[in-house]
Protein backbone atom coordinates (compact mmCIF):
# COMPACT_ATOMS: atom_id res chain seq x y z
CA UNK A 1 0.00 0.00 0.00
CA UNK A 2 0.98 3.74 -0.74
CA UNK A 3 2.70 4.87 2.70
CA UNK A 4 2.63 8.40 1.18
CA UNK A 5 -0.59 9.69 2.39
CA UNK A 6 0.17 12.55 4.58
CA UNK A 7 -1.94 15.52 4.85
CA UNK A 8 0.66 17.09 2.54
CA UNK A 9 0.25 14.88 -0.42
CA UNK A 10 -3.53 16.36 -0.72
CA UNK A 11 -1.70 20.00 -0.97
CA UNK A 12 -3.17 20.82 -4.51
CA UNK A 13 -6.85 19.70 -4.04
CA UNK A 14 -9.20 22.54 -4.25
CA UNK A 15 -9.98 24.55 -0.88
CA UNK A 16 -13.41 23.59 -0.89
CA UNK A 17 -12.79 20.29 -0.79
CA UNK A 18 -10.09 21.11 1.65
CA UNK A 19 -12.37 22.58 4.09
CA UNK A 20 -14.90 19.98 3.69
CA UNK A 21 -12.34 17.26 5.09
CA UNK A 22 -11.74 19.66 8.13
CA UNK A 23 -15.47 19.23 9.02
CA UNK A 24 -15.90 16.72 12.00
CA UNK A 25 -16.91 12.97 11.08
CA UNK A 26 -17.93 12.57 14.51
CA UNK A 27 -20.20 15.14 16.21
CA UNK A 28 -21.28 14.46 19.66
CA UNK A 29 -23.05 16.98 21.65
CA UNK A 30 -24.92 17.09 24.68
CA UNK A 31 -24.32 13.50 24.92
CA UNK A 32 -26.22 12.32 28.52
CA UNK A 33 -26.65 8.39 28.83
CA UNK A 34 -28.09 7.47 32.06
CA UNK A 35 -29.27 3.60 33.73
CA UNK A 36 -31.88 2.75 35.36
CA UNK A 37 -30.82 0.89 38.44
CA UNK A 38 -32.31 -0.28 41.68
CA UNK A 39 -30.90 2.68 43.81
CA UNK A 40 -32.04 5.37 41.03
CA UNK A 41 -31.40 7.13 37.96
CA UNK A 42 -27.54 6.42 37.30
CA UNK A 43 -26.32 9.57 35.59
CA UNK A 44 -23.04 7.54 33.38
CA UNK A 45 -22.65 10.67 31.01
CA UNK A 46 -23.96 14.01 31.70
CA UNK A 47 -23.67 16.39 29.06
CA UNK A 48 -20.84 15.52 27.19
CA UNK A 49 -19.50 17.21 23.73
CA UNK A 50 -16.65 15.96 21.74
CA UNK A 51 -15.89 15.95 17.87
CA UNK A 52 -13.68 13.28 16.01
CA UNK A 53 -12.06 14.37 12.18
CA UNK A 54 -10.56 12.03 9.53
CA UNK A 55 -7.25 11.48 10.26
CA UNK A 56 -6.79 12.42 13.85
CA UNK A 57 -6.65 10.74 17.09
CA UNK A 58 -8.68 12.36 19.94
CA UNK A 59 -8.30 10.38 23.30
CA UNK A 60 -10.93 10.36 26.10
CA UNK A 61 -9.08 10.08 29.18
CA UNK A 62 -10.34 9.83 33.12
CA UNK A 63 -10.06 7.68 36.46
CA UNK A 64 -12.25 4.35 36.20
CA UNK A 65 -16.00 5.19 36.69
CA UNK A 66 -15.28 8.51 35.28
CA UNK A 67 -17.93 7.18 31.97
CA UNK A 68 -15.50 7.02 29.33
CA UNK A 69 -16.81 3.41 27.79
CA UNK A 70 -20.21 4.66 28.50
CA UNK A 71 -19.88 7.76 26.09
CA UNK A 72 -17.78 6.01 23.35
CA UNK A 73 -20.30 2.77 23.53
CA UNK A 74 -23.32 5.77 23.40
CA UNK A 75 -21.84 7.22 19.99
CA UNK A 76 -23.07 3.62 17.99
CA UNK A 77 -25.75 3.06 20.67
CA UNK A 78 -24.17 -0.54 22.40
CA UNK A 79 -25.63 0.33 25.52
CA UNK A 80 -28.13 -1.87 26.75
CA UNK A 81 -31.48 -0.63 26.35
CA UNK A 82 -33.16 -1.32 29.19
CA UNK A 83 -31.45 0.13 31.40
CA UNK A 84 -29.65 2.24 29.42
CA UNK A 85 -31.07 5.77 27.61
CA UNK A 86 -28.97 7.39 25.60
CA UNK A 87 -30.07 11.42 24.98
CA UNK A 88 -28.38 14.12 22.79
CA UNK A 89 -26.79 14.78 19.31
CA UNK A 90 -24.88 12.13 17.71
CA UNK A 91 -23.93 13.19 13.85
CA UNK A 92 -21.73 10.95 11.80
CA UNK A 93 -20.35 10.66 8.26
CA UNK A 94 -19.67 13.27 5.32
CA UNK A 95 -21.30 14.12 2.37
CA UNK A 96 -20.35 10.45 0.61
CA UNK A 97 -21.63 8.60 3.74
CA UNK A 98 -24.87 10.19 3.35
CA UNK A 99 -25.22 9.50 -0.34
CA UNK A 100 -24.90 5.79 0.36
CA UNK A 101 -27.65 6.40 3.46
CA UNK A 102 -29.98 8.29 1.25
CA UNK A 103 -30.41 5.17 -0.53
CA UNK A 104 -31.84 3.11 2.18
CA UNK A 105 -33.20 5.27 4.41
CA UNK A 106 -35.43 9.00 4.39
CA UNK A 107 -33.07 12.12 3.80
CA UNK A 108 -34.32 15.38 5.03
CA UNK A 109 -32.40 18.12 3.05
CA UNK A 110 -31.47 21.63 5.20
CA UNK A 111 -31.20 24.72 3.00
CA UNK A 112 -28.99 27.72 4.68
CA UNK A 113 -32.17 30.03 3.98
CA UNK A 114 -33.83 27.38 6.67
CA UNK A 115 -35.90 25.81 3.97
CA UNK A 116 -36.31 22.10 4.29
CA UNK A 117 -36.88 19.26 1.70
CA UNK A 118 -37.20 15.29 1.78
CA UNK A 119 -35.86 12.46 -0.15
CA UNK A 120 -34.36 9.54 0.01
CA UNK A 121 -34.99 6.06 -0.37
CA UNK A 122 -36.74 4.81 3.10
CA UNK A 123 -39.43 7.86 2.19
CA UNK A 124 -43.11 6.65 2.23
CA UNK A 125 -46.43 8.05 1.72
CA UNK A 126 -46.71 7.61 5.63
CA UNK A 127 -48.40 10.87 7.07
CA UNK A 128 -46.22 10.10 9.92
CA UNK A 129 -43.16 11.17 7.65
CA UNK A 130 -43.81 14.26 9.28
CA UNK A 131 -42.21 13.33 12.08
CA UNK A 132 -38.80 14.55 12.12
CA UNK A 133 -37.67 11.37 14.04
CA UNK A 134 -37.77 9.50 11.12
CA UNK A 135 -35.12 11.75 9.26
CA UNK A 136 -31.96 9.89 10.37
CA UNK A 137 -30.09 10.95 7.11
CA UNK A 138 -29.17 14.81 6.97
CA UNK A 139 -27.88 17.18 3.95
CA UNK A 140 -27.29 20.43 4.76
CA UNK A 141 -26.70 22.70 1.48
CA UNK A 142 -25.68 26.44 0.80
CA UNK A 143 -26.89 27.98 -2.36
CA UNK A 144 -27.86 24.32 -3.62
CA UNK A 145 -24.26 23.16 -3.25
CA UNK A 146 -23.59 20.07 -0.42
CA UNK A 147 -21.94 21.27 2.61
CA UNK A 148 -22.79 18.85 4.86
CA UNK A 149 -24.09 16.03 5.35
CA UNK A 150 -24.68 13.35 8.57
CA UNK A 151 -26.73 10.15 9.70
CA UNK A 152 -28.20 11.43 13.00
CA UNK A 153 -27.35 8.26 15.25
CA UNK A 154 -29.18 9.52 18.22
CA UNK A 155 -31.91 9.22 16.29
CA UNK A 156 -31.32 6.59 14.14
CA UNK A 157 -33.33 2.93 13.93
CA UNK A 158 -31.69 0.17 15.14
CA UNK A 159 -30.93 -1.05 11.23
CA UNK A 160 -28.93 2.17 10.62
CA UNK A 161 -26.88 1.65 13.54
CA UNK A 162 -26.22 -2.10 12.54
CA UNK A 163 -25.21 -0.77 9.08
CA UNK A 164 -22.92 2.14 10.81
CA UNK A 165 -21.48 -0.43 12.79
CA UNK A 166 -20.27 -2.73 10.41
CA UNK A 167 -19.05 -0.63 7.71
CA UNK A 168 -18.25 2.56 9.39
CA UNK A 169 -17.48 2.67 12.66
CA UNK A 170 -15.39 -0.26 14.18
CA UNK A 171 -15.13 -0.89 17.50
CA UNK A 172 -12.20 -2.02 19.85
CA UNK A 173 -13.19 -3.42 23.14
CA UNK A 174 -10.36 -3.92 26.34
CA UNK A 175 -10.69 -7.37 27.06
CA UNK A 176 -10.21 -9.25 23.51
CA UNK A 177 -11.41 -12.83 25.48
CA UNK A 178 -14.82 -11.25 25.31
CA UNK A 179 -14.80 -10.43 22.13
CA UNK A 180 -13.36 -13.05 20.29
CA UNK A 181 -15.78 -16.33 19.90
CA UNK A 182 -13.62 -19.32 21.34
CA UNK A 183 -15.29 -21.67 19.07
CA UNK A 184 -14.12 -20.55 15.69
CA UNK A 185 -10.58 -20.39 13.86
CA UNK A 186 -9.18 -16.23 14.13
CA UNK A 187 -9.67 -15.98 10.47
CA UNK A 188 -12.80 -17.58 10.04
CA UNK A 189 -14.14 -14.79 12.37
CA UNK A 190 -12.25 -12.27 10.21
CA UNK A 191 -14.16 -13.41 7.12
CA UNK A 192 -17.13 -13.00 8.78
CA UNK A 193 -16.41 -9.62 9.50
CA UNK A 194 -15.57 -9.31 6.22
CA UNK A 195 -18.59 -10.66 4.45
CA UNK A 196 -21.29 -9.42 6.57
CA UNK A 197 -20.86 -5.71 5.28
CA UNK A 198 -19.26 -6.99 1.33
CA UNK A 199 -20.21 -9.25 -1.22
CA UNK A 200 -17.21 -10.59 -1.92
CA UNK A 201 -15.96 -14.34 -2.27
CA UNK A 202 -14.41 -16.60 -0.01
CA UNK A 203 -11.45 -16.96 -1.25
CA UNK A 204 -10.81 -13.00 -2.21
CA UNK A 205 -12.16 -12.16 1.68
CA UNK A 206 -9.48 -15.53 2.73
CA UNK A 207 -6.63 -12.97 0.91
CA UNK A 208 -7.76 -9.82 2.52
CA UNK A 209 -8.11 -11.82 6.37
CA UNK A 210 -4.46 -12.87 5.83
CA UNK A 211 -3.13 -9.47 4.17
CA UNK A 212 -5.03 -8.17 7.51
CA UNK A 213 -3.35 -10.16 10.06
CA UNK A 214 0.13 -9.74 8.08
CA UNK A 215 -0.46 -5.81 8.79
CA UNK A 216 -1.28 -6.27 12.59
CA UNK A 217 2.08 -8.09 12.74
CA UNK A 218 1.08 -11.83 13.07
CA UNK A 219 4.00 -13.65 11.92
CA UNK A 220 3.19 -16.31 9.32
CA UNK A 221 -0.40 -14.99 9.15
CA UNK A 222 -1.56 -17.82 6.07
CA UNK A 223 -0.67 -20.46 8.70
CA UNK A 224 -2.02 -18.92 11.72
CA UNK A 225 -5.29 -17.98 9.93
CA UNK A 226 -6.66 -21.25 10.96
CA UNK A 227 -5.94 -21.89 14.83
CA UNK A 228 -8.12 -20.87 17.90
CA UNK A 229 -7.83 -17.31 19.61
CA UNK A 230 -6.60 -20.05 22.74
CA UNK A 231 -3.51 -21.05 20.64
CA UNK A 232 -2.49 -16.85 20.36
CA UNK A 233 -1.50 -14.78 23.39
CA UNK A 234 -2.85 -11.37 24.76
CA UNK A 235 -1.03 -8.90 22.70
CA UNK A 236 -2.03 -11.33 19.75
CA UNK A 237 -5.41 -11.75 20.44
CA UNK A 238 -5.24 -7.48 20.48
CA UNK A 239 -3.93 -7.59 17.28
CA UNK A 240 -6.64 -10.13 15.74
CA UNK A 241 -8.68 -7.81 17.31
CA UNK A 242 -7.99 -4.64 15.42
CA UNK A 243 -7.03 -6.68 12.13
CA UNK A 244 -11.15 -7.24 12.59
CA UNK A 245 -11.85 -3.72 13.38
CA UNK A 246 -10.15 -2.84 10.59
CA UNK A 247 -11.80 -5.43 7.82
CA UNK A 248 -14.59 -2.95 6.61
CA UNK A 249 -12.11 -0.27 6.26
CA UNK A 250 -13.54 2.31 8.78
CA UNK A 251 -13.91 5.81 8.78
CA UNK A 252 -13.65 5.68 12.52
CA UNK A 253 -12.26 3.24 14.56
CA UNK A 254 -13.08 3.44 18.40
CA UNK A 255 -10.63 1.78 20.63
CA UNK A 256 -11.42 1.48 24.36
CA UNK A 257 -8.06 0.88 26.08
CA UNK A 258 -7.15 -1.81 24.34
CA UNK A 259 -3.59 -2.09 25.48
CA UNK A 260 -4.73 -2.12 29.53
CA UNK A 261 -4.24 -5.71 29.55
CA UNK A 262 -0.79 -6.31 28.25
CA UNK A 263 2.82 -5.57 28.94
CA UNK A 264 4.38 -2.54 28.25
CA UNK A 265 6.56 -3.45 25.62
CA UNK A 266 3.70 -5.21 23.77
CA UNK A 267 1.60 -1.92 25.06
CA UNK A 268 4.23 -0.32 22.85
CA UNK A 269 3.92 -2.14 19.56
CA UNK A 270 0.27 -2.16 19.73
CA UNK A 271 0.15 1.97 20.17
CA UNK A 272 2.70 1.75 17.31
CA UNK A 273 0.54 -0.57 14.90
CA UNK A 274 -1.91 2.18 15.70
CA UNK A 275 -0.69 5.13 14.57
CA UNK A 276 0.86 3.14 11.32
CA UNK A 277 -2.54 1.91 10.68
CA UNK A 278 -4.11 5.38 10.79
CA UNK A 279 -1.55 7.29 8.60
CA UNK A 280 -1.63 4.31 5.53
CA UNK A 281 -5.91 4.19 6.23
CA UNK A 282 -7.10 7.51 7.27
CA UNK A 283 -9.40 7.17 10.13
CA UNK A 284 -10.17 9.01 12.43
CA UNK A 285 -9.65 7.61 16.09
CA UNK A 286 -11.53 7.89 19.11
CA UNK A 287 -9.04 6.40 22.05
CA UNK A 288 -10.10 5.81 25.34
CA UNK A 289 -7.77 5.14 28.15
CA UNK A 290 -7.22 5.98 31.88
CA UNK A 291 -3.18 6.45 30.96
CA UNK A 292 -2.06 10.04 30.31
CA UNK A 293 1.15 7.98 29.31
CA UNK A 294 -0.57 6.72 26.51
CA UNK A 295 -2.44 9.64 25.58
CA UNK A 296 1.45 11.55 25.41
CA UNK A 297 2.61 9.12 22.97
CA UNK A 298 -1.04 8.46 20.45
CA UNK A 299 -3.22 11.56 20.92
CA UNK A 300 -3.98 14.39 18.85
CA UNK A 301 -6.44 16.31 21.04
CA UNK A 302 -7.48 15.21 24.32
CA UNK A 303 -11.15 15.54 26.45
CA UNK A 304 -10.50 14.84 30.04
CA UNK A 305 -13.49 13.39 31.82
CA UNK A 306 -14.60 13.37 34.99
CA UNK A 307 -17.80 11.82 36.62
CA UNK A 308 -20.10 11.73 33.41
CA UNK A 309 -18.34 15.68 32.63
CA UNK A 310 -15.57 17.11 30.25
CA UNK A 311 -12.79 18.60 32.61
CA UNK A 312 -10.71 20.02 30.49
CA UNK A 313 -10.41 19.78 26.46
CA UNK A 314 -7.72 20.96 24.28
CA UNK A 315 -4.32 19.39 21.89
CA UNK A 316 -2.54 17.34 23.21
CA UNK A 317 0.57 19.69 23.66
CA UNK A 318 -1.94 22.57 25.33
CA UNK A 319 -3.09 19.51 28.00
CA UNK A 320 0.45 18.47 29.32
CA UNK A 321 2.25 21.76 28.86
CA UNK A 322 -0.61 24.27 30.60
CA UNK A 323 -3.13 21.99 31.80
CA UNK A 324 -5.31 23.89 33.56
CA UNK A 325 -7.97 21.82 35.63
CA UNK A 326 -6.96 20.95 39.05
CA UNK A 327 -8.08 17.14 37.67
CA UNK A 328 -5.88 17.30 34.35
CA UNK A 329 -3.16 18.88 36.93
CA UNK A 330 -3.46 15.79 39.74
CA UNK A 331 -3.50 12.91 36.32
CA UNK A 332 -0.22 14.20 35.54
CA UNK A 333 1.18 14.47 38.82
CA UNK A 334 0.55 10.35 39.03
CA UNK A 335 2.64 10.05 35.74
CA UNK A 336 5.64 8.40 36.65
CA UNK A 337 8.30 10.90 37.99
CA UNK A 338 5.48 13.15 39.36
CA UNK A 339 4.31 13.99 42.81
CA UNK A 340 1.45 11.73 42.82
CA UNK A 341 3.00 8.86 41.15
CA UNK A 342 3.14 6.63 44.05
CA UNK A 343 0.00 7.39 45.64
CA UNK A 344 -2.88 8.64 43.02
CA UNK A 345 -5.53 11.23 43.44
CA UNK A 346 -6.80 11.25 47.09
CA UNK A 347 -10.80 10.60 47.40
CA UNK A 348 -12.79 8.66 45.52
CA UNK A 349 -15.00 9.48 42.60
CA UNK A 350 -18.62 10.86 43.65
CA UNK A 351 -21.73 8.80 43.63
CA UNK A 352 -23.14 8.74 39.81
CA UNK A 353 -26.73 8.28 41.04
CA UNK A 354 -26.47 11.18 43.73
CA UNK A 355 -23.32 13.82 41.87
CA UNK A 356 -22.51 16.60 43.96
CA UNK A 357 -23.83 20.00 42.89
CA UNK A 358 -21.12 22.83 41.31
CA UNK A 359 -17.74 20.68 39.81
CA UNK A 360 -18.17 17.40 40.28
CA UNK A 361 -14.27 17.35 41.17
CA UNK A 362 -14.72 20.06 43.94
CA UNK A 363 -15.09 17.17 46.81
CA UNK A 364 -11.52 16.26 45.90
CA UNK A 365 -10.01 19.75 44.63
CA UNK A 366 -7.50 21.03 46.55
CA UNK A 367 -8.31 24.66 45.55
CA UNK A 368 -12.09 24.38 46.13
CA UNK A 369 -13.91 27.25 47.29
CA UNK A 370 -17.85 27.54 47.89
CA UNK A 371 -18.44 28.79 44.45
CA UNK A 372 -17.21 25.39 43.30
CA UNK A 373 -19.82 24.01 45.04
CA UNK A 374 -22.70 25.15 44.49
CA UNK A 375 -25.31 25.47 40.86
CA UNK A 376 -24.19 23.36 37.80
CA UNK A 377 -20.72 22.18 36.43
CA UNK A 378 -18.71 25.54 36.00
CA UNK A 379 -19.04 26.36 32.07
CA UNK A 380 -16.25 25.86 29.46
CA UNK A 381 -14.31 28.67 29.84
CA UNK A 382 -12.28 29.55 26.21
CA UNK A 383 -8.69 29.43 27.05
CA UNK A 384 -7.67 29.09 22.75
CA UNK A 385 -9.48 28.25 19.85
CA UNK A 386 -8.99 24.02 21.05
CA UNK A 387 -8.43 24.97 25.08
CA UNK A 388 -10.91 24.66 26.95
CA UNK A 389 -11.64 24.06 30.94
CA UNK A 390 -14.56 23.89 33.22
CA UNK A 391 -12.94 25.76 35.85
CA UNK A 392 -14.40 28.20 38.40
CA UNK A 393 -10.96 30.28 38.82
CA UNK A 394 -11.14 30.78 34.80
CA UNK A 395 -14.26 33.26 35.59
CA UNK A 396 -14.68 36.98 36.17
CA UNK A 397 -13.30 37.68 39.69
CA UNK A 398 -10.99 34.83 40.15
CA UNK A 399 -7.37 34.41 40.11
CA UNK A 400 -6.18 31.08 38.17
CA UNK A 401 -2.82 31.39 38.74
CA UNK A 402 -3.84 30.17 42.16
CA UNK A 403 -4.02 26.87 40.23
CA UNK A 404 -1.22 27.43 37.45
CA UNK A 405 1.17 29.16 40.07
CA UNK A 406 1.42 32.18 40.45
CA UNK A 407 3.62 34.63 37.88
CA UNK A 408 6.39 36.04 40.52
CA UNK A 409 6.47 32.32 41.68
CA UNK A 410 10.04 31.79 40.85
CA UNK A 411 9.48 28.54 39.89
CA UNK A 412 6.88 29.76 37.49
CA UNK A 413 9.06 32.33 36.07
CA UNK A 414 10.07 30.40 33.01
CA UNK A 415 6.19 29.92 31.47
CA UNK A 416 5.04 33.49 32.77
CA UNK A 417 4.69 35.15 29.86
CA UNK A 418 1.00 36.37 29.26
CA UNK A 419 -0.72 34.34 31.57
CA UNK A 420 -1.40 37.23 33.83
CA UNK A 421 -4.31 39.12 32.08
CA UNK A 422 -3.94 42.70 34.92
N1 LIG B 1 -25.10 -1.38 32.19
C1 LIG B 1 -24.93 -0.54 33.22
N2 LIG B 1 -25.83 -0.43 34.20
C2 LIG B 1 -25.68 0.42 35.23
N3 LIG B 1 -24.61 1.23 35.39
C3 LIG B 1 -23.65 1.18 34.44
C4 LIG B 1 -23.75 0.29 33.32
N4 LIG B 1 -22.64 0.47 32.54
C5 LIG B 1 -21.90 1.41 33.16
N5 LIG B 1 -22.48 1.83 34.31
C6 LIG B 1 -21.98 2.86 35.24
O1 LIG B 1 -21.62 4.01 34.51
C7 LIG B 1 -20.50 4.66 35.10
C8 LIG B 1 -19.43 4.88 34.05
O2 LIG B 1 -18.88 3.65 33.69
P1 LIG B 1 -17.79 3.47 32.52
O3 LIG B 1 -17.62 2.01 32.31
O4 LIG B 1 -18.18 4.28 31.35
O5 LIG B 1 -16.48 4.09 33.18
P2 LIG B 1 -15.03 4.15 32.55
O6 LIG B 1 -14.60 5.58 32.60
O7 LIG B 1 -15.02 3.49 31.23
O8 LIG B 1 -14.17 3.33 33.63
P3 LIG B 1 -12.99 2.25 33.40
O9 LIG B 1 -11.73 3.06 33.24
O10 LIG B 1 -13.00 1.47 34.67
O11 LIG B 1 -13.31 1.43 32.20
C9 LIG B 1 -20.07 3.78 36.25
O12 LIG B 1 -20.61 4.32 37.44
C10 LIG B 1 -20.70 2.44 35.93
O13 LIG B 1 -20.96 1.71 37.09
NI1 LIG C 1 -14.11 1.81 30.53
Not at 195 to 215: S, W
Amino acid sequence: MNPNTNANANANTSVTANARTDRPLLSVEGLRTTFDTDAGLLTAVDGVDFDVRRGETVCIVGESGSGKTVASESVTRLIPSPPGTVEGSVRFGEVETVREFAERFPKRVVDAAGATGRGGAGRTDDPDDDNDDRFVVVEERTNGEITRGYVDLARAPESALRRVRGANISHVFQNPQDALNHCYTVGWQIVEAIQVHEDVGKTAARERAVDLLERVGIANAAARFDDYPHEFSGGQKQRVMIAMALATNPDLLVADEPTTALDVTVQSQILDLVADLQREYGMGILFITHDLGVVAEIADRVVVMYAGKVMERGDVYEIFETPSHPYTRALIDCLPGGDRAAGGIEGTLPNPVDPPDGCRFAPRCPHAVEECTVGEQPPEHVLSESHRVSCVYYGEGFDESVIVGSADDESAAGEAGGTADD
